[in-house]
């Protein structure tokens, strides 16, 4: 099981309550027509995360862009995702729709694979989230930030998380790691929040490891649009710990 992983903002002088709006009463109906419609070549699993609040990187990098929203969408494999993307639902129903709610220049897009690091998969229908998305210094290698990831996490406050999960990516992007944690409410999403740039961004920085603005966290609200099927790779969880 893949993910694929959409943030981004809204349209140009399009309102936020617009916005979320259209995002959850007119476009995630026509997706879960596609998934009647095309339940071979469409999504297994579908989640709206609406941003509420965040803390965005310095700089005129991809991720000091304030964001309005992630969303969420999982396919058994790149290949169905991709497929995904050419039926005819697609491209005459929901590829004309995201305009009119998506400033399309700012959008990044993930494919990822997730890993359960603490909590119980069920915890994942708590309504909300934090992400950090993390870009890594150039040359920077992958087991030496992950190494250093492990001992701030295992020695920071994120304990008040419900869930956390860690998405690796599939392709070269702008976001090359993501840590999403589930809260029972916004309190403790500040929380974690200030935690996470304290315990967890600052000792990467310092160690050279995330490139100049290399971190976007984001508080948001999660509406789960279609259950579907979630699978983790829970194989390493207890030495991510």
Known sequence: MMKLVITGRRRPGQSLRAHRRHMKD???????????????????????????DGQFADGAGPLSVARDFVTEV???????????????????????????????????????????VRGSPAISTCPIKVFAFLSLTAGAAS??????????????????ALQHVVSRPLATTPIQWIDAFWLPDEDAAQDLE??????????????????????????????????????????????MQ
């Open 26 to 52: 007119v476009h995630a109906p026509i997706v879960l027509e596609n998934i009647a419609v095309e339940p071979d070549r469409a999504p297994h699993r579908y989640v709206q995360n609406h941003v509420f």
């Open 74 to 116: 999982w396919f058994p494999n790149p290949e169905t995702a991709r497929a995904a993307r050419e039926t005819p639902f697609y491209l005459e129903r929901l590829r004309g729709d995201e305009a009119n709610m998506v400033d399309e220049a700012s959008v990044i897009g993930t494919p990822v694979v997730e890993q359960l």
């Open 143 to 160: 087991p030496e930030f992950e190494t250093a990831w492990k001992q701030a996490v295992r020695t920071s406050a994120l304990g008040g």
């Open 194 to 239: 200030e935690a996470y740039r304290a315990e967890v961004i600052a000792p990467l920085e310092a160690a050279g490891l995330l490139a100049p603005g290399g971190a976007n966290l984001l508080l948001a609200r999660q509406y789960v649009i279609h259950a579907g099927d979630r699978q983790f790779d829970i194989s390493h969880s207890e030495e």
